[in-house]
């Protein structure tokens, strides 16, 4: 089973727009980081966002922020104020065991959406 | 400070051929791990190196080897290639590579003939 789900391939959105990537994980671990990468066509994988499991607040970065659902096992990224160089792949991916040290330490990646950005 | 550097960005092997691939992590950092990107696939997991040995492995075949040095640049080998293994070759560095973000570096894009 999948443990990391990106349920939107593609994602139009225009300019200055907030936008909500989607991400629903699956884990029995309660002790976990969620991650949001943004790829662009270059390929490198550059770090948004990270949430750990039990973090009280909702993580935010700039213009990018985390809704995490614990009980729905959701974690999606929104996006306030969109602009054309947004235009990327994203990518949710998680990691058990970072609190008391278990962790395997590879990341577990989602499919990825891919975002545009009309002007 | 420095992000994380790979290299050759890009490289065209034939089939049956050998590769190796570099990768320099952030100043600092001592864990570094490699991850296989194809369009079928996704990202995957190849391995971790932390402190010159391999931490953990992903499920890829023996063809698919690694190495970490003193200084913790990382290398990763790959013998008789074949065409399944054209992908992009991601590297990414973390300080302890259990609690902390990993970051990426460029990648490399293999192409096998």
């Known amino acids: 089973a999948q443990k990391i789900t990106q349920t939107q391939p593609g994602m139009f959105v225009q300019e200055k727009e907030a936008v909500t990537l989607d991400c629903t994980y699956d884990?029995?671990?309660?002790?976990?980081?969620l991650f949001w990468y943004k790829q662009p066509s270059s390929g490198e994988m550059i770090f948004l966002i990270y949430q750990g499991s039990y973090d009280q607040q909702n993580a935010t970065e700039g213009r990018y922020s985390l809704n995490f659902q614990k009980a729905r096992k959701s974690a999606n990224l929104v996006i306030s104020a969109s602009q054309l160089g947004d235009s990327a792949m994203y990518f949710c991916?998680?990691?058990?065991?970072?609190?008391?040290?278990?962790?395997?330490?590879?990341?577990?990646f989602g499919k990825g959406t891919k975002l545009s950005v009309k002007p | 400070k420095a992000g994380v550097t790979q290299t050759p960005r890009y490289l065209i092997k034939t089939r049956g051929q050998q590769v190796t691939l570099s990768c320099s992590p952030i100043?600092?950092?001592?864990?570094v791990s490699w991850y296989q990107q194809t369009p079928g696939q996704g990202l995957q997991f190849l391995f971790e190196y932390f402190s010159e040995t391999q931490r953990n492995k992903g499920n890829f075949p023996g063809r698919f080897s690694g190495r970490q040095f003193s200084n913790s640049r990382s290398e990763m080998n790959v013998s008789t290639l074949e065409l399944g293994d054209s992908a992009l070759y991601l590297c990414?560095?973390?300080?302890?590579?259990?609690?902390?973000?990993?970051?990426f570096g460029p990648g490399t894009r293999l192409t096998v003939l």
């Open positions: 991916a998680m990691r058990e065991g970072v609190y008391y040290g278990g962790s395997q330490g590879n990341l577990i």
């Open positions: 100043s600092g950092h001592r864990s």
């Open positions: 884990t029995s671990d309660p002790s976990y980081g």
């Open positions: 990414a560095s973390s300080f302890d590579g259990r609690s902390d973000t990993q970051y």
